[in-house]
């Protein structure tokens, strides 16, 4: 059986919250705090090995600044069951949680961002969600033929 190529996906995070140098830094790291169904849904989706783009988001310019890759999935979200989280979700319970995350490791840092108006420029809201206008989820797949192109820009 052929090996299957890797999925795309993009995820966002505000550089304040967690850049990309942070995890350059740490190497890896588990992509938790998700609280929106269809963006842990598409986490859901994932397979180890997918390569995801790292998005600055809410910043100037906001965009993309690296790569990294999916290396472990179906984690239960630790941050649901922390009173002290600010993702403390008190209607999720350990024996059935509501949510999950991914760990996702370190692979670059982008040359330069490919901000949000240069994927404008590039692709249509049809081709890559994160530039359609409206759309906020944190987690959005990637056709390969635009992660091909992103990958050349970056």
Known sequence: MPQQEPSYWLMKSEPDAYS???LKNEGMTLWDG?????ARN???NMNKGDKVFFYHSNCKPPGI???MEVIELNIVDPTQFDKDSKYFDPKSKPENPRWDCVRVKYISKS?????????KTLF???ELLVVRKGN?????PIKN??????LEKI
Do not use: C, H
Not at 34 to 38: A, F, G, S, V, W
Not at 113 to 119: A, D, G
Not at 145 to 150: E, G, Q, R
């Open 34 to 38: 998700i609280r929106n169904y269809q």
């Open 65 to 67: 600044v690296g790569l």
């Open 124 to 126: 249509s809201g049809d």
């Open 145 to 150: 033929d635009v992660a091909k192109i992103i």
């Open 20 to 22: 990309i140098d942070t």
């Open 42 to 44: 598409f986490m859901r």
């Open 111 to 119: 040359n330069k961002i490919l901000s949000l108006p240069e994927l």
């Open 136 to 140: 906020r989820l944190s987690i959005l």
